[in-house]
């Protein structure tokens, strides 16, 4: 195998200014309580999620919470429109629906826990035009609200009136109250999204002193919404999820496959799960991507091997001739992220 250099973040960081991807490393560096593998098995592993459920779950051939509280949603709708008579949908949905609150107040952090981390956070996202998290979390929303009192209104995730996605947003690339301006989106949904019983997409937003985790998780128990992000699955039920999902579909189409210049990634494992988000970004053809390396683990080599091997692959599956550039960086240079 190739002797790889990895690369400090100050070395390479004035070629790398366009977008930033972040995946679960870049949560698991602030709060080392997400290393789950799955949302799902850890609430299945707490015992929140009964026999009935598990079979449903199974029936469906997912593991994603979004897609089943829809789906059981949508039914108890039907049925009460329809007169039939039921409680045990309804029940599975409550039942659910409190497996997932559960599961997300045991593994997620209070503000005030990673408080002292966001403003380097807010820091290192304002050096690229854009940031695309994968991440559920509230991390990246907590830290453009704690970036505005040093860089004012600099980092936008385009949710403007009545916390609603502004499709035309071109124009917020351009500063407004501040130096610069970033764009943020969530490819697979975050926290902080929910979509609503009429089927619209929203930002949602804490009431008076009430703390924003609790404040979603209030609404999810007592509103009839459900939570917008891609918890689970393979990447072509991922990307079925995306498909369906209006604000999704815009940000997979017009951010993530539409890459042609930088991209810097950060905490992402390339796995199979996401192959959907590898084949975005290598499809209009990409110049030069700076990778992270966490090589306190002792596999940095065989991870940067891995890893350009599946991207050349990648390249080859689509018809890319021209190769991109690639470099790895450490993790955990000065600088970077929330170091």
């Not at 709060?31 to 199974?58: C, M, N, Q, V």
């Not at 509230?138 to 860089?151: I, Q, S």
């Not at 980092?155 to 501040?178: H, T």
């Amino acid at each position: 195998m190739a002797k790889y250099r990895i690369h400090d973040w100050n070395e390479i960081e004035a070629k790398f200014r366009d977008k930033l991807l972040l995946g679960n490393g870049a949560s698991r560096a602030v709060w080392p309580d997400f290393k789950y593998d799955s949302l799902y098995e850890e609430a299945l592993d707490a015992k929140r999620i009964g026999s009935s459920l598990g079979d449903l779950f199974s029936a469906l051939d997912t593991k994603d919470f979004e897609f089943v509280l829809r789906r059981l949603s949508q039914t108890s709708q039907v049925n009460h429109l329809l007169g039939i008579e039921e409680g045990e949908t309804f029940e599975l949905h409550e039942e659910l629906k409190n497996a997932l609150i559960d599961t997300v107040r045991a593994i997620h952090p209070e503000h005030e826990q990673v408080k002292s981390q966001l403003i380097r956070i807010a820091d290192f996202m304002t050096r690229f035009d854009t940031v695309l998290s994968l991440n559920y979390d509230l991390l990246v929303y907590w830290a453009m609200l704690e970036g505005r009192a040093k860089h004012g209104n600099w980092l936008k995730d385009c949710f403007i009136q009545e916390g609603r996605f502004d499709n035309d947003y071109a124009p917020l690339r351009e500063p407004y109250n501040a130096e610069g301006a970033t764009l943020v989106f969530y490819p697979h949904g975050s926290l902080i999204l929910a979509t609503t019983l009429f089927g619209e997409e929203v930002k949602l937003s804490r009431v008076g002193d009430e703390r924003l985790l609790d404040r979603i998780l209030k609404t999810w128990q007592e509103e009839d919404c459900t939570p917008l992000f891609v918890s689970e699955g393979e990447t072509r039920k991922k990307l079925q999820a995306i498909r369906r999902s209006p604000y999704l579909k815009a940000v997979y189409d017009c951010e993530v496959a539409t890459i042609t210049d930088s991209l810097v990634i950060y905490g992402w494992s390339f796995g199979d799960q996401d192959e959907h988000i590898l084949q975005g970004i290598i499809r209009k053809g990409i110049g030069r991507m700076a990778i992270s390396v966490h090589t306190a683990s002792g596999r940095s080599q065989h991870f940067c091997g891995e890893t350009e091997t599946k991207i050349r692959d990648t390249e080859e599956t689509l018809g890319k001739n021209e190769e991109c550039e690639i470099v790895f960086f450490d993790s955990e240079s000065d600088g970077v992220w929330n170091r």
